[in-house]
């Protein structure tokens, strides 16, 4: 079995526990027999290590979800940062001729209007 079947596995058992332990205080109010504070104590003590042991594990499973979608996003994100390097540094090229040819173009008209006065 895999960690996340194991830990699917510790989910059950960690709700079977909570519900052992509510079927306790409601058997016990019912009945309401002579060791009753002692049954009470054994369900809330069911009760809790229930609940923790449910939640842990249900914290690992999402743990080991996000880690798997990491590990998906990585690999994508790896390409695609490969692919916007290359088309930034085209850009920045273009950019650079383009600017140089703007400057160019102001000083030729600066220099027709300088000519005309």
Do not use: H, Q
């Not at 194991?6 to 002579?34: C, D, F, H, Q, S």
């Not at 650079?96 to 030729?108: F, G, I, K």
């Amino acid at each position: 079995m895999n960690k996340k079947s194991w830990y699917v596995l510790r989910i059950v058992v960690g709700l079977y526990l909570t519900y052992l332990g509510i079927k306790l205080i409601t058997g016990v109010m019912a009945e309401r027999p002579g060791n009753m504070v002692f049954v009470l104590f054994m369900a809330g003590i069911f009760i809790v290590i229930g609940v923790l042991y449910a939640v842990s594990a249900i914290k690992k499973v999402l743990a080991l979800k996000n880690e798997e979608a990491e590990e998906d996003l990585d690999g994508v994100e790896d390409d695609s940062y490969e692919d916007e390097s290359d088309d930034s540094e085209e850009t920045k090229f273009i950019d650079e001729n383009e600017t140089a040819a703007y400057s160019e173009s102001e000083n030729v008209e600066d220099n027709d209007i300088k000519e005309d006065d």
